[in-house]
């Protein structure tokens, strides 16, 4: 096992185990937050009687669908900005300033015009993750070597051979933190509007508990959320760092 895997571990049960102290001695309230072995065992018992599989399909599902959406028109979007410089000139200030939108706010927009059903919740998701596939990618062709530029025109490659085979390529490290940037925005786009107006998913369920201060629900399925994000992030990090490893970046 790696000394940085071995410590990260180390990082993550001392801190489990300070809370745990924590609640168990009184200072966090046990009404308040549970002991986290207590919230492990409610979310074994909780995924074992089957009870939330619906919520976390539909959950899981819609952040897929979003995070593919996101990742595909990203990725194409950054491509067609990138060769059109006045169209990059333009949309700049945008990209600079979006994350400053409340994106939210538009879900009861997006609710009178598509319905209470998945659309809703899949274009919110979509909308904070594709901006910042857009950026990452765009800073990922930036930095694309000329000299590769220089022998695509030689070969006398087209645009989509280009990007299929020279820019995308030299600049999937970029696009794969961007890639990442996605997973984490449809997962909190999902949840967030679920939370606001929804009648199934995982965000549904929590908010429901919360209201009816079941925190035998609430907190598994926080940590259930957490657990999913990290794990998959996890892999993207692994796959990032294999294909840097192969480029000699690392």
């Known amino acids: ?71 595909t028109v990203g990725i194409t979007a950054a491509v067609v900005i990138h060769r059109l410089a006045a169209l990059r000139t333009s949309l700049d200030p945008f990209f600079a300033t ?34 910042a596939v857009i950026v990452n990618t765009l800073n990922g062709l930036d930095r694309v070597p000329r000299v590769l530029l220089k022998s695509a025109r030689m070969a006398r490659m087209g645009w989509f051979a280009t990007a299929t085979q020279i820019t995308l390529p030299s600049a999937a490290p970029f696009v794969l933190t961007g890639v990442k940037f996605a997973v984490a925005y449809a997962l909190i786009g999902i949840i967030g509007s679920e939370f606001i107006m929804s009648t199934d998913g995982i965000g549904f369920e929590i908010a429901f508990a919360y209201n009816n201060f079941d925190n035998a629900t609430m907190y598994p399925l926080i940590v259930l959320v957490m657990i999913i994000s990290i794990i998959v992030n996890m892999l993207l990090s692994i796959w990032e760092k294999q294909l840097l490893e192969r480029r000699g970046l690392r």
Do not use: Q
């Open 98 to 131: 979006y994350y400053a939108v409340p994106v939210l706010a538009f879900y009861p927009l997006l609710i009178i015009l598509f319905g209470l059903g998945s659309a809703p919740k899949v274009i919110i998701a979509f909308m904070l993750g594709v901006v």
């Open 1 to 71: 096992m790696k000394p940085i895997f071995l410590l990260r571990l180390l990082v993550i049960a001392g801190f489990i185990g300070f809370v745990e102290a924590l609640c168990r001695i009184g200072i966090i309230d046990n009404f308040t937050m549970p002991p986290p072995s207590r919230i492990a065992a409610d979310l074994a018992r909780a995924l074992a009687s089957g009870k939330f599989n619906g919520p976390i399909r539909a959950t899981l599902l819609n952040a897929a669908l979003a995070f593919c959406l996101a990742v």
